[in-house]
């Protein structure tokens, strides 16, 4: 089975910067969607920003474009996630996912929770005002 592990998160002012990592093991195949889902109390989970890890092709939600970044270690099996001028809205539980895909589909972020096979543990961020 696939094991993801995050790390990272936080508190910061309105303005800060975070970066969340998220290791991935016991794989056996090179193609997987793999990004972040954030949760605050009271709402649903939403896609925040997903990578498809053979190509390096990303997918931002609108609210978080020009501000968040994905890369990728692939030595290391780690994908990263650069969050700058972060807001309060920001603030949630960010968990890392991932799900095997074929060599030529896309990751698209309307793509539901649901559909992700491996989740990790979950990173609070929290952003002050």
């Known amino acids: 089975q696939v094991e993801l592990v995050e790390s990272g998160g936080g508190s910061v002012p309105s303005g800060g910067s975070l970066r969340l990592s998220c290791v991935r093991s016991?794989?056996?195949?090179?193609?997987?969607?793999m990004g972040w889902f954030r949760q605050s109390p009271g709402k649903e989970r939403e896609g925040v920003a997903v990578?498809?890890?053979?190509?390096?092709?990303?997918v931002y939600a609108d609210s978080v474009k020009g501000r968040f970044t994905l890369s990728q270690d692939n030595a290391k099996n780690t994908l990263y996630l650069q969050m700058n001028s972060l807001k309060p809205e920001d603030t949630g539980m960010y968990y890392c996912?991932?799900?095997?895909?074929?060599?030529?589909?896309?990751?698209?972020?309307?793509?539901?929770?649901?559909?992700?096979?491996?989740w990790g543990q979950g990173a609070q961020v929290t952003v002050s005002s």
């Open positions: 996912a991932a799900r095997p895909v074929v060599g030529w589909r896309s990751c698209f972020l309307f793509e539901p929770p649901r559909s992700y096979n491996y």
């Open positions: 990578m498809k890890t053979g190509s390096g092709s990303t």
């Open positions: 016991g794989d056996t195949v090179s193609n997987f969607c």
